[in-house]
């Protein structure tokens, strides 16, 4: 059964750093895309980054470019977030999903994790 469990979130100060992880099950990460998404209060899902699961090419978005970091273990199976230098606007619901093509569009996606819950505050 496909499965995606998101997790790391938390709440940390401003200018903090979290590490996601998404770890997925039923699949292999080789054949597919995995993107990260989040979803603040009374606001759209948005795309935050996304990786290939072979080749390892990724696209962010242009609101954390330099501050997130997205990685891959594929032994493990699963997908990290390195989120530095935090801002309180980066609080949200943060989704892991799957693809197939390097899109920071949801539509793109097909399957989707349950989410993490980021805080940035003070």
């Known amino acids: 059964q496909l499965q995606l469990v998101e997790s790391g979130g938390g709440l940390v100060q401003p200018g903090g750093s979290l590490r996601l992880s998404c770890a997925a099950s039923?699949?292999?990460?080789?054949?597919?895309?995995i993107g990260w998404f989040r979803q603040a209060p009374g606001k759209g899902r948005e795309g935050v980054s996304c990786?290939?699961?072979?080749?390892?090419?990724?696209n962010y978005a242009d609101s954390v470019k330099g501050r997130f970091t997205i990685s891959r273990d594929n032994a493990k199976n699963t997908v990290y977030l390195q989120m530095n230098s935090l801002k309180p606007e980066d609080t949200a619901v943060y989704y892991c999903?799957?693809?197939?093509?390097?899109?920071?569009?949801?539509?793109?996606?097909?399957?989707w994790g349950q989410g993490t819950q980021v805080t940035v505050s003070s």
């Open positions: 039923g699949f292999t990460l080789d054949y597919y895309v």
């Open positions: 990786i290939r699961g072979s080749g390892g090419s990724t």
């Open positions: 999903a799957v693809g197939m093509h390097l899109s920071l569009s949801r539509l793109e996606y097909v399957y």
